[in-house]
């Protein structure tokens, strides 16, 4: 991946940086919680402000989310997830095992199910986290394309040399039915219309 393909608004290379030091930079009080920055191929990036129909579709999707989530997996809301070269705060995450189990790291690539991005202002850069799920492996990645009132799951993740992508990807929109999979089994079935407004 080349950080040609990373969303800038500047002229120059940025510098880039492993998780682990991401990490320690967090640490030192470099950046606090209420940053809004997000760890992206190794490039910290500052996330945008949400408007108000993002908030309200990213609270629906935790709560229809929550509602159908099998035990052994929780609902993660604008959480970090840590993946090889990145550290991405998904709107929302099926995250493997209880909210406790994270209690001194954030949930790791392979302990999640699904991501979930809602997405109006940030399409260019939340379909470039599309490379970085499928590089990490998630399974399944949902983008809530507001813009065009459609949702795009994509799955079955794709490495080839330094390209990463989703070899799939079905568009829905109002009128269709979400399947909500979890380890190749559909868990739930999700009208579209629950999630978009």
């Known amino acids: 991946m080349t950080t040609a393909n990373l969303p800038q608004s500047f002229p120059f290379q940025p510098v880039r940086m492993s998780v682990m030091r991401y990490h320690e930079l967090v640490a030192a009080g ?96 939340d379909r470039y986290k599309s490379e970085l799920y499928a590089l990490a492996g998630i399974p399944y990645y949902w983008l809530i394309n507001l813009t065009d009132r459609q949702i795009e799951v994509m799955s079955d993740p794709q490495v080839a040399g330094s390209e990463s992508r989703y070899a799939r990807c079905q568009i829905l929109s109002i009128g269709d039915v979400l399947p909500f999979v979890i380890l190749g089994q559909t868990v739930a079935k999700i009208p579209v219309t629950d999630l978009l407004t």
């Open 30 to 125: 470099a950046s606090t919680e209420h940053d809004e920055v997000e760890l992206l191929d190794g490039v910290v990036v500052e996330k945008r402000s949400k408007n108000p129909r993002h908030r309200l579709v990213t609270r629906k999707c935790d709560l229809v989310l929550s509602q159908r989530c099998p035990d052994g997996w929780h609902v993660q809301n604008q959480e970090p997830v840590t993946l090889q070269n990145s550290e991405p705060e998904p709107d929302v995450a099926i995250v493997r095992g209880q909210m406790e189990d994270y209690s001194q790291r954030h949930p790791l690539y392979n302990e999640v199910a699904l991501v979930v991005e809602v997405s109006d202002t940030t399409l260019v850069t």
